[in-house]
């Protein structure tokens, strides 16, 4: 079964400056796909970047980056010029492209609670 | 706004009761996904559908069932509720599963609270 790791419990950065979050993940798989979802205190579950396992290319949106290093396992998310409205919990999750049992689903990491301070 | 709906956005209920959470998927999309966030548990998925059909399982209790009705709304129901299945219960919906492109999109969530 697959495992997803986020090593920081709660991270802080101030307004303007650059954050980057830790993923790890456990697979015995070749071709699956990571993400990250940010909720913030509203609850609701937002998309924030998607990453497929079978491109080099680290995955950009906007001010959010990753760093996906796939013999390492690790998926990092980059924050940069942070806002205030970046505060919140974040989800690293991983989603496999087989079929059987688990075909489709999200396995989460624990979250890390990012605060953005002014 | 994911275009997911879920109703009601929060329930208060007694111990031994059933409950019925609802969910609409976005236009056009097939599989509908449950998850379920506690406290002590994190998020964790329950069950898919796709195209009115089960298509996959997590550690949903026995206690819990879904389904998916022909205009693609699923509705998840609990029942023999206990103090511990206090939770958000999100539902997610995506067009499906074998496409490379698949994304879960999230509703914004049932709050259920059992007293």
């Known amino acids: 079964a697959q495992t997803v790791t986020q090593s920081q419990p709660e991270m802080s950065v101030q307004e303007a400056e650059t954050v980057t979050l830790s993923c790890t993940y456990d697979t015995s798989e070749n071709n699956y796909y990571l993400f990250w979802y940010k909720q913030p205190p509203s609850r609701q579950m937002i998309l924030v970047i998607r990453q497929e396992a079978y491109k080099q290319q680290n995955a950009t949106e906007n001010r959010f980056s990753v760093n996906f290093q796939k013999a390492a396992k690790s998926f990092s998310l980059k924050i940069s010029d942070s806002q205030l409205g970046d505060t919140a919990m974040y989800f690293c999750?991983?989603?496999?492209?087989?079929?059987?049992?688990?075909?489709?689903?999200?396995?989460f990491g624990q979250g890390t609670i990012l605060t953005v301070h002014p | 706004d994911s275009g997911v709906t879920q109703t009601p956005k929060h329930l208060i209920t007694a111990t031994g009761q059933r409950v019925t959470l609802r969910c609409s998927p976005r236009?056009?999309?097939?599989?509908v996904y449950w998850y379920q966030q506690s406290l002590d548990q994190g998020l964790q998925f329950l069950i898919q559908y796709y195209n009115g059909e089960e298509r996959a399982k997590g550690n949903i209790l026995e206690r819990f069932s879904a389904q998916q009705f022909p205009d693609l709304h699923s509705e998840l129901n609990l029942s023999s509720l206990e103090l511990g299945d206090s939770a958000l219960y999100f539902c997610?919906?995506?067009?499906?599963?074998?496409?490379?492109?698949?994304?879960?999109?999230f509703g914004p969530g049932t709050r259920l609270t059992v007293l």
């Open positions: 999750a991983f989603k496999d492209d087989a079929g059987g049992t688990s075909y489709g689903k999200l396995t």
């Open positions: 236009s056009g999309d097939l599989s």
């Open positions: 997610a919906s995506s067009v499906a599963p074998g496409f490379s492109t698949d994304t879960q999109y």
